[in-house]
């Protein structure tokens, strides 16, 4: 089981910019998929993007396309959101997460990071 800790969220006005980073401990990311998941109040879990570890190729919700990149270090096992025009809808908990390339879940998770973009 790997660990994966979150950090970089915080209060941004509308249109500002934030960069979350994800960084794993007891396993590399090779054969992963890593994603970015995100969750407000009293709503479900909701997908925001996702990384394939081995060639990079990446994947985004249609509410953020254009607005926010994944990216991948795999020196530093970490991998980074990159949040730009952000919008008060954005605000939730952010949490990383990753998938074996071949599975059909994700099997581990951080504990998420607060995101707040206010108006």
């Known amino acids: 089981q790997v660990q994966l800790g979150e950090s970089g969220g915080g209060l941004v006005q509308a249109g500002g910019s934030l960069r979350l980073s994800c960084t794993a401990s007891?396993?590399?990311?090779?054969?992963?998929?890593m994603g970015w998941f995100r969750q407000a109040p009293g709503k479900e879990r909701e997908f925001v993007a996702r990384i394939k570890w081995s060639d990079g190729v990446t994947n985004y919700a249609d509410s953020v396309k254009g607005r926010f990149t994944i990216s991948r270090d795999n020196a530093e096992n970490t991998v980074y959101l990159q949040m730009n025009s952000l919008k008060p809808e954005d605000t939730a908990v952010y949490y990383c997460?990753?998938?074996?390339?071949?599975?059909?879940?994700?099997?581990?998770w951080g504990r998420g990071t607060q995101v707040t973009v206010s108006s």
């Open positions: 007891g396993r590399t990311f090779g054969n992963y998929f």
């Open positions: 997460a990753r998938k074996l390339a071949l599975a059909s879940r994700y099997d581990s």
